[in-house]
């Protein structure tokens, strides 16, 4: 398709237009229209329940949410009623995480878009700013042996810190470094690691940002963000959040050795963590994950 074509035709349905996609759509999530694929992440297991790693058993799923509030009632996601919602468990230190599984049909470039925002359960007639621990993204990727290079798994992790232990802090962070693995059952099929642990989290030079953030606790803004990664190369390319645009070329994903069975995996993870004994809640209105191969 031509270029300007493929353009004028985005940019003419409102669902799409406020997103930048490669020339390839492979997923376009509009939570009006249900859980679109995303569900909880499980830990591994085999045989029995008791075989999964401790973290992963308090991991809260995601949910759809028209996001409604005592004071104001029903607002609504940013285009539509419903959004997907992660909330934490009251509990400082707990995740709620949401996973879509996919697998890819070619290596090369992708890029993962969502519109968001996040708040605190407004349990407190206060601002409540800085109760949310962090929220972010992941791939979860693992690449077939094709003769060029030997078949790695690899998980690119970006989170904003928004605050830590009460004081705000709002910075981008990223993850290399992975936790040990733990084999699960017997068969030799199934490997743990719990790689969401507050362990390792490393800042992206330059990468500090304010973000928008409401007079009171019920009331949220909606943010934009893009996080680009090239399956070719398994380099980080740009993450945008708002008007903020960081180079990412100069840091590493986390890397493993190829598991069993993971061959030409594609998931997207989002993740939401609080600070404090408060829920913590992640909205997402839509999310569109692209990319671009022949």
Same mark, same amino acid.
């Given at each position: 398709?031509?270029?300007?074509?493929?353009?004028?035709?985005?940019?003419?349905?409102?669902?799409?237009?406020?997103?930048?996609?490669?020339?390839?759509?492979?997923? &376009?999530?509009?939570?009006?229209?249900?859980?679109?694929?995303?569900?909880?992440?499980?830990?591994?297991?085999?045989?029995?329940?008791?075989?999964?790693?401790?973290? &992963?058993?308090?991991?809260?799923?995601?949910?759809?949410?028209?996001?409604?509030?005592?004071?104001?009632?029903?607002?609504?996601?940013?285009?539509?009623?419903?959004?997907?919602?992660?909330?934490?468990?009251?509990?400082?230190?707990?995740?709620?995480?949401?996973?879509?599984?996919?697998?890819?049909?070619?290596?090369?470039?992708?890029? *993962?878009?969502?519109?968001?925002?996040?708040?605190?359960?407004?349990?407190?007639?206060?601002?409540?700013?800085?109760?949310?621990?962090?929220?972010?993204?992941?791939?979860?990727?693992?690449?077939?042996?094709?003769?060029?290079?030997?078949?790695?798994?690899?998980?690119?992790?970006?989170?904003?810190?928004?605050?830590?232990?009460?004081?705000?802090?709002?910075?981008?962070?990223?993850?290399?470094?992975?936790?040990?693995?733990?084999?699960?059952?017997?068969?030799?099929?199934?490997?743990?690691?719990?790689?969401?642990?507050?362990?390792?989290?490393?800042?992206?030079?330059?990468?500090?940002? *304010?973000?928008?953030?409401?007079?009171?606790?019920?009331?949220?803004?909606?943010?934009?963000?893009?996080?680009?990664?090239?399956?070719?190369?398994?380099?980080?390319?740009?993450?945008?959040?708002?008007?903020?645009? &960081?180079?990412?070329?100069?840091?590493?994903?986390?890397?493993?050795?190829?598991?069993?069975?993971?061959?030409?995996?594609?998931?997207?993870?989002?993740?939401?963590?609080?600070?404090?004994?408060?829920?913590?809640? *992640?909205?997402?209105?839509?999310?569109?994950?692209?990319?671009?191969?022949?």
């Amino acid at each position: 398709m031509n270029e300007d074509l493929r353009l004028a035709l985005l940019r003419a349905d409102p669902r799409l237009s406020r997103f930048d996609p490669l020339p390839r759509i492979i997923a &376009y999530d509009d939570f009006d229209n249900g859980p679109q694929g995303w569900t909880s992440l499980v830990g591994n297991y085999e045989g029995s329940l008791n075989t999964m790693l401790p973290e &992963y058993r308090g991991l809260r799923g995601p949910m759809l949410s028209n996001v409604t509030v005592w004071d104001t009632g029903t607002d609504g996601s940013m285009m539509g009623n419903y959004a997907m919602k992660l909330a934490t468990r009251p509990e400082a230190g707990s995740l709620a995480v949401a996973i879509k599984r996919l697998t890819f049909r070619q290596l090369g470039p992708v890029r *993962l878009e969502a519109y968001f925002t996040f708040k605190p359960e407004a349990s407190e007639l206060r601002l409540s700013e800085t109760d949310v621990r962090a929220f972010g993204v992941l791939f979860d990727l693992q690449d077939i042996d094709n003769g060029d290079r030997a078949a790695e798994r690899v998980m690119p992790h970006v989170r904003y810190l928004n605050a830590l232990n009460g004081e705000h802090v709002g910075k981008w962070q990223f993850k290399s470094k992975r936790e040990a693995f733990a084999d699960i059952g017997g068969s030799g099929k199934t490997k743990s690691h719990f790689h969401l642990a507050p362990e390792g989290w490393e800042d992206i030079p330059g990468a500090n940002q *304010l973000l928008c953030y409401n007079e009171i606790a019920t009331k949220q803004n909606w943010y934009y963000l893009r996080l680009d990664f090239d399956l070719s190369t398994w380099g980080f390319g740009t993450l945008q959040c708002n008007n903020r645009v &960081y180079d990412l070329a100069s840091i590493n994903p986390m890397r493993m050795p190829a598991m069993a069975n993971l061959w030409c995996m594609l998931n997207t993870v989002f993740f939401v963590e609080t600070d404090i004994d408060k829920r913590a809640f *992640l909205y997402l209105d839509s999310i569109l994950l692209s990319g671009d191969w022949g």
